[in-house]
């Protein structure tokens, strides 16, 4: 069965758009294949801890010498590595917050940098293991950061976006951009819609 992962990180909860237009893009892609089913991992709701000292010891210990406390922390990560690797197209929604990501997504990020599972070292340098589906990036901003804007050199997002996924080998990357939310100019619902009528490969025509 085709898998869908949705990863939303908004603190906003129903009033994020970030978390309602990457549901429509999800929704739309699962729409193309039939029998898809999406994953939704909301980081909001349900927050993967920020990694420590037992994290860091628990990636390296074998099963048999966990402590339970490292052994709990190991599987909340395999379970999200698990549902990265399975799917077949990704969706990140995430509201520019101080100049950068959610600190759940960051989060989320270092439980899914598994070497060996996500990624691996050789001789050639490093290699991702999480190829061949795409990724799609909704971020949400009162700034505008992309196509030169005024806020442009203090976008830490997408290029850190851009580098992660690329270091797991997910390197076909669209980015939805919804940008000078919450100011007044213009309604948001007409700055959403212009952003979904730009992602290219999906029928957005009959989203809910």
């Not at 589906?133 to 901003?141: E, Q």
């Not at 939310?181 to 029928?203: N, T, Y």
């Amino acid at each position: 069965m085709s898998s869908i992962l949705l990863v939303t990180a908004s603190p906003r909860g129903d009033l994020s758009l970030s978390s309602r237009a990457a549901r429509t893009v999800a929704d739309a892609l699962a729409r193309r294949k039939p029998g898809a089913r999406i994953v939704h991992r909301d980081l909001a709701a349900a927050p993967l801890p920020h990694i420590d000292q037992d994290f860091a010891v628990a990636v390296k210990t074998p099963a048999e010498k966990l402590t339970a406390a490292q052994a709990k922390l190991l599987a909340a990560s395999d379970a999200a590595t698990d549902e990265l690797l399975a799917a077949d197209a990704v969706v990140i929604a995430t509201g520019m917050i101080n100049f950068s990501i959610a600190s759940t997504l960051k989060s989320w990020f270092d439980h899914v940098a598994r070497a060996h599972r996500t990624f691996r070292y050789t001789a050639e340098g490093p290699q991702g293991l999480a190829g061949g589906k795409k990724a799609y990036v909704v971020i949400a901003s009162s700034g505008t950061y992309t196509d030169g804007g005024p806020a442009a050199a203090m976008d830490h997002a997408r290029p850190y976006l851009k580098s992660m996924l690329g270091f797991f080998g997910i390197t076909d990357i669209e980015f939805v951009d919804i940008e000078g939310v919450g100011l007044g100019f213009e309604p948001d619902a007409v700055i959403v819609e212009r952003a979904l009528g730009k992602v290219s490969a999906v029928d957005l025509a009959t989203a809910a």
